[in-house]
């Protein structure tokens, strides 16, 4: 008899994949039990998931319980296509092409990845290159990147690129996982984000 694992990721490039590496390393920030997981990367990046991930993970629903499929709305080429209703659309797509119902999630960032980066947290700003999360938050509100109204800048990555390039700073895919695995996220508000942890509470009770 076939032993499944339990979870197979799917993403579009080395940056969700090192986040979702530092979220599972520590099942209980997530409020889930250990798990044993794979991750794999659809060479046609965040248009791939969003166009043929049925198709890409129709040869594993027989080897694993549950499915997630993570990208990036923005650069997906199904842009017109609102968050939710894209999501849908993929769940169902992957139903018909063998998993259970419910078994499987479609998590879409919007705009992309980089939302996840921001929250006021000193780790955040140490991984761009200043000492404390006040100063950044000044310097981003200086320049007209954020504003006192908003919780996260509206245009994620490339803010994260401005002040990377201000600090001569470099960064990797590798800064996404140490993010990952360092700040609290028990108060993320994000809605892709609020889907995967439900998600992963649902199938991995404790």
């Excluded at 032993?3 to 997530?30: C, F, H, W, Y």
């Excluded at 993570?70 to 609102?82: I, L, Y």
Aim: with cysteine.
């Amino acid at each position: 008899m076939t032993v499944l694992k339990d979870l197979l990721l799917l993403v579009a490039d080395a940056d969700i994949e090192q986040t979702m590496r530092g979220l599972l390393a520590n099942p209980s920030r997530l409020g889930i039990r250990s798990i044993d997981w794979d991750i794999r990367r659809h060479p046609e990046r965040d248009p791939g998931c969003a166009r043929h991930s049925a198709a890409f993970l129709r040869l594993f629903c027989k080897q694993y319980r549950h499915a997630l499929v993570v990208f990036d709305h923005e650069g997906s080429g199904r842009e017109s296509e609102g968050r939710e209703q894209l999501e849908g659309s993929l769940e169902e797509e992957l139903v018909h092409n063998g998993w259970r119902p419910g078994s499987v999630r479609a998590i879409v960032l919007e705009p992309e990845i980089e939302a996840w980066v921001w929250s006021p947290s000193v780790h955040v700003a140490n991984v761009l290159g200043w000492t404390d999360w006040e100063g950044l938050e000044r310097w981003l509100l200086s320049r007209g990147l954020l504003t006192d109204t908003q919780s996260k800048p509206p245009r994620p990555k490339e803010t994260m690129h401005a002040v990377l390039r201000d600090r001569r700073r470099p960064f990797s895919a590798s800064s996404f996982r140490r993010l990952a695995e360092r700040v609290s996220h028990r108060h993320c508000s994000d809605p892709s984000f609020s889907k995967l942890r439900s998600s992963l509470q649902e199938w991995f009770r404790p």
